[in-house]
Structures are given as C-alpha cells and as structure tokens.
C-alpha cells in the first residue's frame, strides 16, 4: 500500500478500517485508541501494584518509596514499548530502526536539545526576567553587607552553590521530578502514544490533542493527595487539580507537537525538563511591570518561531529522498527490492 506523503511521519496510512489490523498492517483507530487508553491506565496502576496487587509491605521512608515508584514507571515503560513494537506495522528486525520508530536516536542530538530548549524559554521570558530582578537585588544586598569583590566573597558564594547542587541532587525528588518522569512519561505519551494514533489513520492535529488527553488522565491518581492536603474540602482540591489538568494538557500539546516535528524524543524530554524545572510561567510581578512586558514580548516571541525552529529539516538528514523521519518507505523499498 502506498504511503501518504500527508502523514507528518510516513506511517501507513488505513484505507478502510479493519477489525483489528489489515493485511498490509495497518492499526485501525480502535485498536490505536483502546491501545493508549491501556497504556495510560497501566502507567497509574502499576505504581501502585507493589502494595495492592503484590502485597509488599509500606515502604520504611520515602526515599525507599520514591525509588519503588521509580521501578514501576521503569516497567511501566518498558511494557508499553513492547506492546506498541508488537502493534505498529513496523517493516525491520533491526534494532537501530525500531528505536528510530520511537524518537530515539543519536543524531542531530545538539539541535533537539538546543533548539527546543530555546524556544521554550521564549514562554519563559517573564520568569527569567523576574529571576534575573531577585538576583541583582541579592547581590547588591550581599555587596553592600560585605564589601566590595574579593577571593573570599567569591569563594564563599561557590561554596553555597555547590551545596545547593549537593542537596539537589541527593534529593529523591529532583530525580523524580527532573529524570524519572520526564523519561518514562515521553516515551510513554509520546513515543508510544503519536505513532500509534498516526498509524491508526488520525491527523497530526488531531494526535497533538488526543494524546495530552491520556496524558491528563495519568495524572487523576493525584486526586487524594491533592484532597487530603487542603482538609478534605472537594471544591479546593476540584480547582486545583482542575488547574493540574489543563496544565498538562497544554504542554502535552506542545510536546507532541515538538515530537512530530522533530522526530526525536529528546526535544520533548529537554522541554518536560525545563518546565518542570520552572514550572507556571510569570505572568505578572508587583516587583516591575517590565515583567508583564517581557512575557508579551517573549510569547510573541514563541509563536513567531514555533514552526521556523521546529522545521523537520533541522532534525534529519533524510527529508529531500524520504517523506518520512522514522523510515518507514525505506524499509518498505528495501523488502520489495528482496522480493523481486
């Protein structure tokens, strides 16, 4: 069957639905859908498999239940790379180019942390800006206190870095945060989820909305934790994990969009990281009303050079001979080649 230049990823496209998959392969839309609401699901009900299901006892602290967590979104994962391997109509045996199915792949590596990265700052602008205030206004608090400039000041100033970084980094939070879900949550949402939906026969916008919509289901099983936090009262913890929601269904947008563009997980990864690492941006600061400005200028910014800095071109060598970045008309061309 041939491939439909339209598909953001020349992943073959279904002609008629069939019941489960047509002779050339193709996933048909109910089994790509039923396929990511299962990985959605599995990826809440794992965490807590080790208490429910396999009867573990609590953990003793919660670093050892962090690291609990961390293994079953490991599994996780890894079970839902599996089973969307086995689903996708995936032409090759070879592993390089099953990885490449999912985004992971070693070239172009500087442009999809780089450029992703940059753009995603841009929503930012207010943020740094407003960071860049608070430190100038310690500084010169600290110069003024201490002197002028010296060795010392100088080294004393490394010295509360360096045992920011330390306690940063021996927190089991900042891997959770900065590592663990970042990783596991692309390759699931994105990795997973976009080839699926494609190959299933939806439209590229239409995957960029589907997919945080299983993403933003994942994150109900923080309902309780929400609820127990503000003293059991429903409409607090409705607003707020309401705000969670559409949180996460945004940038799931955004990172869906990074991951067809681009063709390479790392660009989403990079930008879950960043964010994560910012969290909501600034919009407004009683400090200076230059912050408001700056986000204006930066989400312009943002939207001018959405598309120019996502280009596919930018990301892959393979865009003048190969409608697709994964490669799928390639590996198509070479069995018909074997055939003849």
Request: charged fraction near 10%; aromatic fraction near 14%.
């Amino acid at each position: 069957m041939p491939l439909s230049p339209s598909s953001p990823l020349g992943l073959l496209q279904p002609q008629q639905e069939a019941s489960s998959m047509d002779q050339d392969g193709v996933v048909s839309k109910p089994v790509a859908v039923i396929a990511c609401v299962a990985m959605a699901v599995l990826y809440v009900l794992i965490l807590y498999a080790p208490t429910v299901l396999l009867r573990f006892p609590p953990p003793s602290s919660f670093n050892s239940f962090m690291i609990r967590r961390f293994i079953c979104a490991v599994v996780s994962s890894s079970i839902s790379l599996f089973l969307t391997a086995l689903i996708l109509p995936v032409q090759t045996k070879e592993l390089r180019h099953i990885f490449a199915v999912f985004g992971i792949r070693v070239d172009h590596i500087w442009q999809a942390v780089v450029l992703p990265l940059c753009l995603t700052s841009l929503m930012y602008a207010g943020s740094l800006f407003l960071k860049c205030l608070l430190l100038l206004a310690s500084w010169r608090q600290h110069t003024s206190s201490q002197g002028d400039l010296s060795f010392e000041s100088c080294k004393r100033a490394f010295l509360r870095f360096y045992n920011w970084l330390s306690a940063l980094l021996s927190n089991v939070s900042t891997w959770r945060n900065y590592i663990v879900a970042p990783l596991t949550e692309e390759l699931v949402f994105r990795a997973c989820m976009v080839p699926l939906l494609l190959c299933g026969g939806f439209k590229a916008y239409s995957v960029i909305l589907l997919c945080p919509i299983f993403f933003s289901l994942a994150h109900l099983n923080h309902f309780m934790e929400i609820y127990t936090k503000h003293n059991y009262r429903i409409m607090e913890a409705l607003m707020v994990i309401g705000l969670q929601l559409g949180y996460t269904v945004i940038f799931g947008s955004y990172a869906s969009f990074l991951y067809i563009r681009t063709g390479n997980l790392i660009a989403p990864i990079v930008a879950h990281i960043y964010c994560n690492f910012m969290g909501l941006p600034v919009l407004y600061s009683k400090r200076s009303g230059i912050v408001s400005i700056t986000f204006i200028m930066g989400f312009l910014g943002f939207l001018w050079l959405l598309f120019p800095m996502t280009g596919p071109d930018l990301y892959n060598d393979r865009i003048d001979n190969c409608s697709c970045w994964q490669g799928y008309c390639t590996w198509i061309e070479r069995i018909t080649m074997s055939q003849m």
